[in-house]
């Protein structure tokens, strides 16, 4: 059975109007704005009553139209519908000018926040840690640029070029930028750096060389090293010397 319904805010006492066709219980509708409504106040301060049936779709679209507009759920004060039914589409010809410019200040304002920027952060650091999604974005981004016309690439790169001169511009940004590229660089970090010098000693660097020095075989110089008790310079000159015929590489 199709049904019209309206969910209602029980804190705030703003409602909702939507349309199911099949009637589903625990359907708490489709648009964004309910959704967000749901999260913030929790699931259980709503309230969900059937307010019409319909015996077709066509008629669910017509009274899904007729009940918000007789409820006026679509003034953000009143109710969470963004459009007039029917469709579900977005209408914003249904807000005052004074809400719009309310609502778009509030974006900016949020947009603009630390707290916004260090989620935004958050959010691009651990989603770029992880190598499919790296592997993905790039993928993406050569096949765009790959189906782009010259003429539209040359316009990207003027538009980077521009933003570039405006920004190194600014006193003290370059060396903002320097510092930034550091701290987020992990090869700059003097822990990583010790870890990957520890790492790539020895064997484990891909270009160490195995040598024998008086017929016992050793790894690498840095094995010859601590197990001989000489320097690298000592042991180099040695391997390249002529007067050393006991020393020399695998």
Known sequence: MRVIYKITNNINGKIYIGKDSKNRRSYMGSGQSIKNAIKKYGIENFSKDIIDYCNSLDELNEKEKRWISYYKSYIPDIGYNRSIGGEGNWDLSFMTEEYRLKMKQKQLEYWNSEKCRSKKKEDTIKYFSNLEN???????????????????????KKRLEKMRKKRWSIPGEKEKASLMFKINNPAYNPEFRKRMSLERMGKNNPVSKECIIEGIEYDCIKDAMDKLNLTRNQIQYRLKSKNFNNYKYK
């Open 134 to 156: 790296r592997k993905k974005q790039s993928e993406l981004i050569k096949k765009f640029w790959k189906n782009t016309d010259q003429e539209f690439k040359e316009e990207v």
